[in-house]
């Protein structure tokens, strides 16, 4: 056995060992958010070190009484390698000590976790393999890898590789989804009104005309059982799956972002709610997602209109996409930006300035860990800075680097279709074209952010 020395935990009279080669640090109890539809051996989730782990109880899963989170003694472990994603909360900690090989005695594999039986001093200390240990957590309503399983794909896995997706995160009542920005062909505001049809679910709006296609809308509120009040912050996601297009309508876009495959836990596919496929761990909450099964349902509770829906979306493939943007507002006027260029959209937050910054800098900002530099697009433009509760920051890849700026809102993601697309005869070097949107009675700038950053020596 190859263990070399010991974290020894103490349990009222009986004494628990770890291999220190599991262990990262020992610390108090940080505080602890729960997670909903575990096992009572899963605590919640809680950041260390800047890193959001899954924290267990070691009592519950040798079925002893949980641990007292208020005591004094308490500690929680946070773990390395395989198992860093996670923590263990134990009762006490006494000593770590060099293992005596001559007085450890390995015994047959009891499926509780125990690997081998030490002698220490007038005790004897049960060695726990932590990765059986968390393999026994059974979680009640998600149907996981184990953990020891997906920890070590994850470490075989490149950050580059395909267990990175990208998703669109909307707000419905206090709630927060995620669908893959893959499905999502557009994002569009809500029209004045829609052409009723009759005999339809009560989910469905009716009909709205998009360049010229007929588009069924859903609103999405109505299926989660949610208010349907409209107002300014509402927008439709067409969404585009096996051929067939829907437009649902949303509360609000929140935002943009890359999400590992190992924070995304999936329900099995006997789960009661089918509204759902699975939550995304993100910092300390969690983010229902809605995956290609939830949107297969929609799609299917529309059946009337499939017919229809299909003949619109061959008519859509054959429409060559040029470029897809983002558009945002500043002030009263929209500007886009080319999609292949966002990293991600965030809520607005207060930046760091430093000594001789450039004019149209206006600081730094943390991001996990990496630093930014914000760029003042507002002082091109000289237009104030936005002052809206709902002002957003859109990070920019840029080669080897990246760089963000504050808009008001986000008003759409869209495909734009190459007769949109006007060249801009402005001698301004950060605008590159118009696209002429809503057949011309839309006009929106778009940015060149690599020309932007490169003016004045920026960069």
């Not at 015994?107 to 690997?115: A, S």
């Not at 994002?187 to 998009?210: A, H, Q, W, Y």
């Not at 109505?222 to 927008?235: G, L, V």
């Not at 051929?243 to 836990?265: M, P, Q, S, W, Y």
Request: charged share 30%; hydrophobic share 40%.
């Amino acid at each position: 056995m190859n263990i070399e020395e010991i974290l020894i935990i103490k349990n009222g009279n009986v004494f628990y060992g770890i291999s220190t080669e599991y262990i990262d640090q020992i610390l108090r109890v940080p505080a602890i958010t729960p997670v909903v539809l575990t096992s009572d051996s899963v605590l919640g989730l809680s950041s260390v070190s800047g890193k959001i782990v899954t924290v267990y109880d070691t009592n519950i899963i040798l079925g002893l009484p949980a641990v007292d989170l208020e005591c004094e003694d308490t500690r929680v472990l946070s773990l390395v390698g395989a198992l860093q994603n996670s923590a263990l909360v134990v009762k006490e900690v006494t000593d770590a000590v060099p293992i005596n090989h001559e007085m450890i005695e390995e015994i047959q594999d009891r499926g509780d976790g125990v690997i081998a039986l030490y002698k220490y001093r007038d005790s004897i200390v049960q060695i726990l393999d932590i990765s059986q240990l968390l393999n026994r957590v059974s979680l009640d309503e998600f149907n996981v890898e184990s953990i020891k399983e997906a920890s070590l794909k994850k470490e075989s896995i490149s950050k580059e590789s395909a267990d990175i997706k990208r998703y669109l995160f909307i707000k419905m009542a206090d709630e927060k989804y995620a669908l893959n920005i893959q499905n999502v062909r557009e994002i569009m505001k809500l029209p004045s009104e829609f052409t009723p049809i009759n005999g339809s679910d009560r989910d469905i709006l009716g009909m709205m005309n998009v360049r010229g296609d007929l588009l069924a809308v859903i609103d999405l509120r109505r299926f989660f059982s949610f208010d349907d009040t409209i107002n300014e912050k509402n927008r439709i996601l067409v969404i585009e799956l096996d051929n067939k297009t829907v437009g649902f309508v949303v509360d609000e876009i929140l935002d943009i972002r890359d999400v590992d495959a190992h924070l995304i836990d999936m329900m099995p596919s006997n789960f009661r709610d089918k509204k759902i496929s699975g939550v995304i761990h993100d910092d300390e909450q969690l983010i229902s997602l809605i995956g290609d099964d939830v949107l297969n349902t929609l799609l299917e509770s529309s059946s009337a209109l499939n017919g229809e829906q299909s003949k619109n979306s061959s008519e859509d493939i054959e429409k060559p996409i040029e470029l897809e943007v983002v558009i945002f507002t500043f002030g009263d006027e929209e500007y886009a930006i080319d999609i292949d260029n966002v990293v991600e959209i965030i809520d607005a937050v207060e930046t760091t300035p430093f000594a001789d910054a450039p004019k149209f800098v206006d600081g730094l900002i943390n991001i996990r860990g990496q630093i930014v530099m914000m760029m003042s697009i507002y002082q091109w433009l000289s237009k104030p800075k936005p002052i809206s509760e709902d002002k957003k920051i859109i990070i920019c890849q840029l080669q080897d680097y990246r760089v963000g700026f504050y808009v008001d809102s986000i008003s759409d993601v869209i495909g734009i279709e190459k007769n949109e697309i006007k060249e801009e005869d402005n001698s301004d070097e950060y605008f590159t074209d118009i696209l002429h949107l809503e057949n011309g009675s839309r006009l929106v700038l778009l940015f060149d952010i690599n020309k932007i950053t490169q003016y004045k020596d920026v960069a």
